[in-house]
């Protein structure tokens, strides 16, 4: 079985006997969808495929193929009177090189334009041959790719055809401006900056002029809504609900693969369940709809995942996809908005996790710096950057947001480390008293390294957020190890929810590392009735033997006594469960008790 991992290119994926998950029947409803339709998805989710695949299926010049390429797929068996009757012109924004100065970038969309023409009239070659293309009306400009599109919007005319135009990745290079030059960001967009006036164009040629339909895929709305009055009459498709897993692998999908590569391997059972269980975990979990229904996996994470399993026979070491890592930065654009960290935090609380009363689908950049605090900018922004996705909605209809699964979780995490360990020593600290935690559950070190680097960092002031997630939060971010773990906050266990678990891969319990179950409670200096200092002065036995915290660790004990047995029910024999205890003193100290469990 050959995977496309890092393959978008429809045609290529049906002719070299890739895996390819049908979704062609969504083309009829497409078409009667509108003919200007914009359709966002995160990152990485399997637009370009998609994009590919409405080219290949409306290109005039492919008509050969079509039995080749569609045959055996759903909208071969029925197609549309439209397949293979339009000339086909994509862009890529993707391509645009962002990283000059802003008469450089405007050139690169120049060049970008014309390039994609030059290539156009090459594929077309037979279907024009007889057009004199340095005659008027057609022609490139290296100062102006905006007469390339009218060229070949001319040349498509002149045989009798309308133009089919497609723009992937619309907003990429805008939204690199964006998140670091601003001032760049607004000269493109704004006034008769380029960006609009491209757009402008395609609505003019749009109007009976030439270009028939128009297919636009994006990450967020965020750039069309700074240009809305060049492009004001697309259709989002987005959260139609015929087309909420037009991108992205069912459940059902995702299991036939991998009984199929169980097969081709001769493993049992077993192991496809496994699999899937890890899938289910670290890539799930998407929902691009409102209504209730199967959480989707990320295409390219599940390939990812789907190669290492057909070329070694074993999960990836390293869970996230280092093509993905770099969608921490559209995490640290929104943290640096107004209100922004306040959502992050938001976010891995998933006892309180975000809730807005809707989804914002026309909002600019101003409205994400100037909104007020409970507007749905932000909470939307890391939606369509798949950072949160739709978890539920609450008796009054409002949304109610969540973090889709680990892999994107690790993004956060990271975010937050970096931000409350910056320094290497820190880190280095760090990484070795977690090292201890994870493979002897001593946890000594690791409290020295928070109370020394950590618990300082808080002012007076935070004390009116403090609270177990605030804990919970540190630890998470301190013990977080994808590689060989799988961690978990707020843990369903036996109609309750332990605060953090992290158990041990499967593939990795080769090695010697300790599953771990942990349990936090939090006391206010109020609690104690003792001042800061006063605290900072007292042995951890003089702490532990107050009354409150005392009571506290007791607690926290007997919920981890009751989890014990169903997890050991769960995992048998692998198990290696320690738990822990652990209470906070405001921001000043932190007690424990550990529990040792048998050793496999």
């Not at 929810?497 to 319990?509: G, I, N, P, Q």
């Amino acid at each position: 079985m050959k995977f496309p991992y890092g393959t978008a290119d429809f045609n290529a994926i049906r002719r070299e006997g890739y895996y390819y998950a049908d979704r062609t029947a969504r083309i009829r409803a497409l078409e009667e969808a509108g003919k200007q339709l914009l359709f966002l998805r995160p990152r990485r989710f399997g637009k370009t495929a998609w994009l590919t695949t409405l080219e290949n299926y409306y290109d005039l010049a492919r008509a050969g193929e079509f039995e080749a390429l569609f045959g055996d797929l759903a909208i071969g068996q029925n197609p549309t009177a439209r397949h293979n009757s339009y000339f086909v012109l994509r862009w890529d924004f993707s391509m645009v090189d962002a990283s000059g100065n802003l008469a450089e970038i405007r050139q690169a969309l120049h060049d970008h334009l014309n390039s994609q023409a030059k290539g156009f009239f090459l594929h077309y070659r037979e279907q024009l041959r007889d057009i004199q293309l340095d005659a008027p009306g057609f022609g490139l400009r290296d100062d102006n790719g905006l007469v390339a599109l009218t060229s070949a919007v001319n040349a498509a005319r002149a045989r009798g055809h309308d133009l089919y135009l497609l723009i992937d990745e619309y907003d990429n290079f805008a939204n690199e401006l964006m998140h670091g030059r601003r001032a760049d960001y607004d000269a493109l967009v704004s006034g008769e900056g380029l960006l609009k006036t491209v757009f402008k164009a395609v609505k003019s040629l749009a109007s009976g002029a030439g270009i028939d339909r128009v297919f636009i895929t994006g990450v967020s709305p965020v750039v069309l809504a700074d240009i809305s009055s060049g492009y004001n009459v697309s259709k989002d498709v987005s959260l139609d609900a015929r087309f909420v897993d037009l991108c992205g692998f069912s459940e059902s999908e995702v299991a036939a693969v991998l009984d199929q590569l169980a097969a081709e391997q001769g493993r049992d059972p077993e192991w496809s369940a496994r699999m899937r269980a890890t899938m289910r975990t670290w890539y799930n979990g998407y929902r691009f709809g409102y209504e209730p229904g199967p959480g989707l996996y990320n295409p390219t994470l599940a390939l990812y995942f789907f190669d290492a399993l057909a070329s070694t026979g074993e999960p990836p070491r390293e869970m996230l996809d280092s093509n993905l890592a770099m969608d921490r930065n559209r995490i640290d654009f929104v943290a640096r908005q107004p209100h922004g960290s306040a959502l992050i935090g938001a976010a891995l609380d998933p006892e309180h996790p975000p809730v807005i009363a809707s989804l914002a689908h026309r909002f600019g950049v101003e409205d994400m710096r100037q909104a007020p605090r409970d507007a749905p900018f932000l909470g939307s922004l890391l939606y369509f950057l798949g950072a949160l996705t739709l978890k539920d909605q609450t008796a009054f209809g409002e949304l109610v947001l969540g973090i889709p699964n680990l892999v994107v979780r690790k993004l956060y995490v990271e975010r937050i480390r970096d931000q409350l360990f910056p320094e290497y020593p820190e880190r280095e600290s760090l990484r070795e008293a977690a090292k201890a935690f994870h493979t002897q559950g001593d946890l000594a070190p690791l409290v020295e390294v928070l109370e020394a680097h950590h618990l300082r960092v808080f002012d007076n002031r935070d004390y009116r957020w403090s609270n177990e997630l605030t804990v919970k939060t540190v630890f998470l971010v301190a013990l977080f190890a994808d590689i060989f773990y799988v961690m978990d906050s707020e843990t369903a266990i036996d109609r309750g929810h332990a605060d953090l678990s992290l158990m041990v891969r499967e593939e990795m319990r080769r090695f010697a590392l300790l599953d771990h179950l942990l349990e936090f409670k939090y006391l206010s200096l109020q609690d104690l009735g003792h001042s800061a200092a006063r605290l900072r002065e007292l042995s951890r036995a003089e702490l532990a033997s107050l009354p409150p915290v005392a009571a506290s660790l007791e607690a926290a004990e007997a919920q981890l006594a009751r989890y014990r047995p169903r997890l050991e029910r769960a995992y048998g024999g692998r198990l290696r469960l320690h738990t822990h205890a652990v209470v906070a003193v405001g921001f000043e100290r932190l007690l424990w008790r550990s529990t040792p469990g048998a050793r496999s």
